[in-house]
């Protein structure tokens, strides 16, 4: 397949550690690693899209250089969790003889490990034990209490962040320069706004935007993620610090009527109020009265009426 016909994801993966965005810590541990060629076991832990996945094969490529290919194996265990897959495909890749350079292992990725079963996870514990001396494993997941402690005690464990948009910016406009496309202030901070600090989103919201409209203006971007539009969160943070309670759920009703669930307009909500300019103390306590309404609605009341009594009580704090 061709460059140009590569979804922008793959087509701009790093391939050197240099080149993987933020994470410096961690990332500083894998380029010692990679230099000194004795690769642990390890378990990565961060949420989606921050470079798990991306920057141990980064590791394996300069470790073991064109025998990465035959040496390393890849497995999505989300799909792939049970104690059969760890006994057949995992065990037989680990028994297998692979030429590679001198004092280095095999490496087996295991993606999504928290989705693994406790019986496949107590059966992986025994082969990384069995097979230490010629293959290393490096778990990717992201919730490291779902890993049993066995597992956990046999690892070194890399924490990743999301990405803050002084990471990501940079990288969002050499892609851009790099497809010849103008890059535009306000489209590249509605494409921050609605990644979340996850990589992988912004470059699909990117490549989408630019295939749907041929540019990255800031109506286009919302209109291919399809989320609740920060202009009208705004104004509904306004109407509260001012005490407008029917203001702010007239504006409220605008994204209610366009189909969006209580729990999309209070993830973006909160977005907005943390970049709101107001007094902190307030901002604060704004801040903790969405993540109650959050917990509520994720206990199963998911109703209007829950975010109407938010709001009622963001205008009572502001007076």
Known sequence: MADF??????????????????????????????????????????PPGCGKTTSIWCLARQMLGDSAKQAVCELNASDERGIDVVREKIKSFAQQKVNVPSNMHKI???????????????????????YTSTTRFALACNDSSKIIEAIQSRCAILRFTRLNE???????????ENERIMPDDKGLDALLFTAEGDMRNALNNLQATISAFGNLEFENVFKVCDQPHPDILKNVIESC???????????????????????????????????????????????????????????????????????????????
């Open 5 to 46: 016909e590569l979804p922008w994801v793959e087509k701009y993966r790093p391939q050197i550690l240099d080149d993987v965005v933020g994470n410096e810590r961690t990332l500083k541990q894998l380029q010692t690693i990679a230099i000194q060629g004795n690769m642990p076991n390890m378990l990565l832990v961060g």
């Open 108 to 130: 087996i990725i295991l993606d999504e490990a928290d989705s693994m079963t406790a019986s496949a996870q107590q059966a992986l514990r025994m082969i990384m034990t069995d």
């Open 166 to 176: 002084g990471e990501m910016r940079p990288r969002l406009i050499r892609v851009l």
């Open 241 to 319: 610090t001012e005490g407008q309670f029917t203001q702010a759920c007239d504006s409220l009703k605008i994204l209610w009527v366009q189909g969006y669930s209580p729990l999309d307009i209070i993830g973006s909500l909160y977005k907005v109020v943390t970049t709101f300019s107001m007094n902190e103390n307030i901002q604060l306590k704004y801040l903790k009265e969405l993540a109650v309404l959050r917990m509520r609605l994720l206990d199963g009341v998911c109703t209007l009426l829950q975010v109407h009594g938010c709001i009622a009580k963001l205008c009572e704090l502001s007076l």
